[in-house]
């Protein structure tokens, strides 16, 4: 789908969302990551943006992040201007990392801060991995990474309960699916059965194993990867499942100034480190 079009299926009044952070100034993007947990603004309503409380919100109830021109006051975002300023930060950040996708980069942020999901496919090595790691180091989140292949099971994702027997009883293990930033490599590789494991997880925040429920990190966005190319063994996603992805894209190859921009930034910097290490062997 091209431009913003898949953002048509955002609920409830994330559509305002969408047109905030469209009006997006030219000023600085900021220059550092934004230090902070546990933003969410899952389940918009008439445009307000609800911040989760987690360990980047003070006793005011303000969302910082460590190099200042961010906060959120409340319990919820009061001003279009905050969701606006929190997602410049966000995308200066990603943007650093992934070069000559900004189209991408957008709809991604939009989904997390919306409380969605991203399915991406596309071939390997345009940057699918990078892109779900510059994320999580932007907002100082944990990252987890599936590999999905067809001997996976479904509590390989979730977790189980492992017997110990020097305290003479199961004990529980959480599964990969326990971090905020999840990447689902190659998602349609798995069996049906391995796949619904992320359906509850992805639609309710939360997991249930063994009778037991227990709530997931916040926030929780889930990248999706598959490849358009190599179907042979693979389980195309139904569509009660492509339903929990907020946005269905592709990366594509990157233009041509910023491929360049890419392959000279590589030489630069492993310029920089053989000379580093001619330096430190010279003062030996």
Known sequence: MAGYATCATLAGGASDLHSVLLKKGDGDEGDASVGFRGLRAAG????????ASASGVDQSGAVTSDFGGIAI??????SPVEVREVYERLLGSVRRVVVGKD???????????????????DIPGVGKTTLAKAISSSIAADFSRIQFTPDL????ITGTSIYDPGEARFGWIPGPVFAPILL??????????TQSALLEAM??????????????PEPFFVVATQNPHQFHGTY????????????????GYPENHAERGIVRAQVARRSSGVRSKRSSLSWR
């Open 103 to 121: 189209r991408v980069v957008d709809l991604c942020l939009i989904s997390l801060l919306a409380g969605g999901h991203v399915l991406l496919t």
């Open 44 to 51: 918009m309503r008439g445009g307000w943006a609800r911040a």
């Open 184 to 193: 689902a490599d190659e998602i349609n590789r798995a069996t049906p059965r």
């Open 153 to 156: 099971l479904p509590s390989d």
């Open 203 to 216: 639609a309710e925040g939360q997991v249930t194993v063994e009778g037991a429920t227990r709530p997931l």
């Open 73 to 78: 006051r409340g319990s919820r975002v009061e």
């Open 236 to 251: 195309p996603l139904p569509e009660g499942q492509l339903d929990r992805f907020m946005v269905a894209t592709s990366m």
